[in-house]
């Protein structure tokens, strides 16, 4: 089955300064990785996601980056502000046998911005 | 509209007992996942419908686990005999989409189960 890594485990910045993370899958047949966020004690939501054939996607301070030959995708986020402070799941989605509804979650990212 | 919704939100039980979580979807949702999240873990897959049929349960850790979604709507999860390794967080989460695609999950703030 499908494997994430995530990395780093932990990342402290200051405001405005940029944050990146990153993530690795073992399932050359993975097509769809989504970034979710959690805040403390709540339901982890959607920030943005990338299928494979698209290399990069920008959503304002928020982008993808995909490198499906190394099997690698990362999350980058710039002008951090005290908001972005949660943690955050990358995750994979594998076809298989023409169904591709499971997600394989990393294990998480905890994101202090500070002020 | 309003977003899932899962009950109870934490649940205190005496290991042996039997428990029972509760999660309405979105309305109109085709599918619906049930996730375990450890501490400082990312959620794990337990189980997945599509409408009323259980199309995979093979994230279940034991056949103490039972999920069941009768009319294709609200869904329960079931764990009888609890055990202290089944303390975790219960995600339910919900897709408009059928299993072919991949999209979007709208997730439940969780049920917090303790077992002591």
């Known amino acids: 089955g499908e494997n994430v890594e995530q990395h780093p485990s932990t990342l402290s910045v200051q405001e405005g300064d940029s944050a990146v993370i990153k993530c690795t899958y073992s399932d050359s047949a993975s097509n769809y990785f989504p970034w979710y966020k959690q805040e403390l004690g709540k339901r982890p939501q959607l920030i943005i996601d990338?299928?494979?054939?698209?290399g990069e996607k920008k959503d304002q301070r928020i982008a993808v980056t995909l490198n499906k030959t190394a099997k690698h995708f990362s999350l980058h986020i710039t002008e951090t502000q005290p908001e972005d402070s949660a943690v955050y799941f990358c995750?994979?989605?594998?076809?298989?046998?023409?169904?591709?509804?499971?997600?394989?979650f990393g294990k998480g990212t905890l994101l202090t911005v500070n002020p | 509209g309003a977003g899932v919704s899962q009950s109870p939100r934490y649940k205190v039980a005496k290991r042996g007992q039997d428990v029972a979580l509760r999660c309405d979807p979105i309305s109109g949702h085709v599918s619906l996942f049930w996730y375990q999240q450890a501490l400082g873990q990312g959620p794990e897959f337990l189980t997945y419908f599509q409408n009323e049929a259980q199309l995979d349960k093979s994230g279940l850790p034991s056949d103490r686990f039972f999920a069941e979604r009768p009319e294709g709507s609200v869904s329960t999860l079931k764990i009888q005999r609890t055990q202290q390794e089944d303390s975790a967080v219960y995600l339910c989460?919900?897709?408009?989409?059928?299993?072919?695609?991949?999209?979007?999950?709208?997730f439940g703030e969780g049920s917090r189960l303790t077992v002591l």
């Open positions: 990338i299928r494979s054939n698209v």
């Open positions: 995750a994979a989605s594998s076809n298989s046998g023409g169904s591709n509804y499971k997600l394989t």
């Open positions: 989460a919900s897709s408009p989409r059928t299993s072919r695609v991949a999209g979007e999950l709208f």
